[in-house]
């Protein structure tokens, strides 16, 4: 009940100009109360008016009316101001130190609703009614409520401030225009603002597309993420299968190694007892006929010693002392060598095996590290001083400028026999290899060139499609002609659009399998891009049939080594030969061992 009072006696007894409880109210002949007070100066605001009007309901009224107190209404807000009710709006209504408040209202003002940039003053939103419903006021410019208003006011002319001089970039009044400003290029601010807010929508534009692209950079990276937890997961699982399958191995070799070592132990233990069995009874032998020689050497009658001497003379033979083999000392100690000699291979093998791991896996550390470049200043970062090698250059090439220009001649080279020339095909490999990040341009003129990579392994000699670029599984080509681009791989062609250009970029992400082809003007066109997994080191490649080409010499040279996967297929070959290479060096130190 008390909240419906309080509401009540806000509708009823509060002043629609102040906004406050009603002061000396007085009605007007329209029926609206006011304070007396705010009606006078609301009427006052009208003086150069022929007529008054009601602020609420906008009757307008010839001659202005006699106010006279309205002494019933005045003694009922008396009494309701006894009884402890407020009418004052709720307390968020009101403007605190960091909120725009209201010019107009009197006494505690409310919060500004709207900011007119015509009248320069913030209204609350009852006081911004006559902004709506006055016909001269509904053109006035309103914005959100801004404390700036007065920022908007010329300090030199006390004027608005609605011209902009786009010589000095400065926002001035039209005074200013006709005097500091005179023969200055100046136009309305709403024109410059018209003027730039096309280019804020270009610029916005510009940013959503880098929004969009850096989004779907990031998907990538997501997918790559996965991508090598994934072949991280299968490496350490098929490491550890072929681990556990050389733990098993090693133990198996420990066990026959350590049977044979027992079971030599007792041929040789049960050869030696039964030696050393025969050499005790020779000694029996020995001791007795040792006794009887004595015994016959006491003898004092001739014919006795001499009858007795034959028989007791006579010894058999020795046990043959070449059983005894000093070998058998040195058994054990040989044994010891032969398997630490095993220990000191496969250490050496685990530590080279380690090292290349060590390489590969502080290339995955840069895995996320960089997205593709942008720009040709990007590309750059990347570009890689790549010479021609003249013992791959086929005899119709001359090479020349530091073996960075090439071109077709009628006139055969004498180039000296070698096993990496091409023969046939009048084409060319880089004496570089390309690994991680790399970009290199391509400057051509005449009827065409190929621009490719190859393997260090692909087909030299010979006519076949094996040894051309862009017909088998060791290479690709992007050719370049007069009249367009194709892309070649496996004998298989792409046609591709683009601007013809005589400068060709090339950027490689090895690790990646990422191989893009731009055309270089003043911009970075991107002609065509594919993705497919290099297992083996390239090399930039030329092809031509009647064309002058060369690669264009840049300023700056290096490149970046990263990797998007751990290649779980090499991790389980090079476990694989591992395990071939301990079996063998196990093998041969057994033989070596037990020859005997």
């Known amino acids: 009940m008390e909240q419906k009072g309080v509401l009540l006696y806000r509708e009823t007894f509060t002043c629609s100009i102040c906004l406050d409880v009603l002061k000396d109210p007085v009605t007007i002949p329209c029926g609206h109360t006011y304070c007396m007070n705010c009606i006078k100066l609301h009427w006052h605001g009208e003086d150069g008016r022929k007529i008054c009007s009601c602020p609420q309901c906008k009757q307008t009224f010839k001659r202005r009316p006699v106010l006279k107190k309205n002494t019933m209404l005045a003694a009922l807000v008396e009494q309701l101001k006894k009884t402890g009710l407020q009418a004052a709006p709720a307390d968020h209504c009101y403007a605190g130190p960091e909120d725009v408040a209201c010019d107009v209202c009197t006494g505690r003002k409310l919060k500004a609703f709207k900011s007119c940039l015509t009248c320069l003053a913030s209204y609350c939103e009852n006081h911004l009614q006559p902004h709506y419903d006055a016909l001269a006021l509904k053109k ?7 404390k700036k208003l007065q920022e908007n006011i ?7 401030m609605k011209m902009f001089c786009r010589t000095d970039q400065q926002i001035i009044c039209y005074l200013c225009s006709v005097n500091e400003h005179k023969g200055h290029d100046t136009v309305s601010a709403a024109a410059e603002r018209t003027e730039r807010q096309r280019e804020l929508e270009v610029s916005r534009l510009n940013i959503q597309q880098r929004i969009q692209d850096s989004e779907g950079d990031v998907k990538l990276l997501q997918q790559e993420v996965q991508a090598v937890s994934r072949s991280a997961d299968k490496a350490v699982e098929d490491s550890e299968k072929i681990f556990t399958e050389l733990i098993r191995l090693l133990q198996k070799k420990s066990s026959d190694v350590k049977q044979q070592i027992r079971s030599q132990q007792e041929t040789e233990m049960s050869r030696v007892k039964e030696f ?16 009887e020689l004595k015994q016959l050497s006491h003898t004092e009658d001739h014919n006795q010693f001499l009858h007795n001497y034959p028989s007791v003379s006579q010894l058999g033979e020795p046990t043959d002392s070449s059983g005894i083999d000093m070998r058998l000392l040195r058994y054990f100690e040989e044994i010891k060598a032969s398997v630490s000699e095993l220990r000191d291979k496969l250490h050496n093998i685990l530590k080279e095996e380690s090292a290349d791991k060590s390489l590969r896996v502080a290339e995955v550390k840069v895995l996320l590290s960089e997205t593709e470049p942008k720009t040709r200043a990007d590309f750059l970062k990347y570009s890689r001083e790549i010479t021609l090698d003249p013992n791959t250059a086929n005899a119709e090439l001359l090479l020349s400028e530091g073996n960075r220009k090439a071109e077709v001649t009628s006139r055969t080279q004498s180039y000296p026999s070698h096993t990496d020339r091409f023969t046939h095909w009048v084409q060319m490999l880089s004496k570089e290899s390309l690994l991680g990040r790399c970009y290199w341009e391509v400057e051509w003129s005449g009827e065409g060139v190929d621009i490719a990579v190859a393997y260090k392994n692909i087909k030299r000699a010979g006519s076949s499609k094996q040894c051309r670029f862009g017909f088998n599984n060791k290479s690709c080509c992007f050719k370049c002609h007069r009249s367009g681009y194709e892309f070649w791989s496996n004998g298989k062609f792409s046609p591709v659009s683009g601007p013809v250009s005589s400068r060709v970029g090339v950027y490689l992400d090895h690790s990646a399998g990422i191989l893009s082809f731009y055309s270089v003007s003043e911009t970075m066109t991107l002609l065509h891009r594919v993705q497919i997994p290099f297992p083996q080191p390239l090399y930039a490649g030329l092809f031509s049939l009647n064309s002058i080409f060369f690669l264009h010499v840049l300023l700056r040279c290096g490149y970046t080594q990263c990797t998007r996967a751990i290649d779980s297929t090499r991790v389980q070959a090079i476990v694989t030969l591992l395990t071939e290479r301990m079996a063998v060096i196990l093998k041969a130190v057994v033989k070596h061992t037990f020859w005997w």
Request: aromatic share 0%; with cysteine.
């Open 140 to 146: 006035h410019k309103l914005v959100e409520p801004s």
């Open 154 to 160: 010329c300090s030199l002319h006390d004027e608005v």
């Open 276 to 291: 050393q069995e025969k050499l005790q009874q020779e000694i029996t032998e020995l001791k007795r006929k040792d006794a």
